[in-house]
């Protein structure tokens, strides 16, 4: 299995960036597509981007797309999730996740096995 572990969270202001970092460890990260989650106050946990095991195809919820950009550096054991122009709705818990190893990316929920902690992202209007 695969151990999960977020970072880079904070406070910003509406319009400015963060990037989160979810390093890896345990069984071999290359084997996982990747997924970044985010739940707000008396919200569902939804998804926000996903990434396949080489990086090659990557997916957005429309809420994001076009401001965040996901990555990976399968030598470091990490993805990235890259949130420009970030706006109040943007604020949640954002959490990295993974499959069981060789399933494809996906936006489901329920596909995602291995979970991080999360981490606390607050964009002030």
């Known amino acids: 299995q695969v151990q999960l572990a977020e970072s880079g969270g904070g406070l910003v202001q509406a319009g400015g960036s963060l990037r989160l970092s979810c390093a890896a460890s345990?069984?071999?990260?290359?084997?996982?597509?990747m997924g970044w989650f985010r739940q707000a106050p008396g919200k569902e946990r939804e998804f926000v981007s996903a990434?396949?095991?080489?990086?090659?195809?990557?997916y957005y919820a429309d809420s994001v797309k076009g401001r965040f950009t996901i990555s990976r550096d399968n030598a470091k054991n990490t993805v990235y999730l890259q949130m420009n122009s970030l706006k109040p709705e943007d604020t949640a818990v954002y959490y990295c996740?993974?499959?069981?190893?060789?399933?494809?990316?996906?936006?489901?929920?329920?596909?995602?096995?291995?979970w991080g902690p999360g981490t606390q992202v607050t964009v002030s209007s």
């Open positions: 345990g069984r071999s990260f290359s084997m996982y597509a």
């Open positions: 990434i396949s095991q080489s990086g090659g195809s990557t």
């Open positions: 996740a993974a499959p069981l190893p060789y399933n494809v990316a996906t936006m489901s929920i329920q596909q995602y096995r291995y």
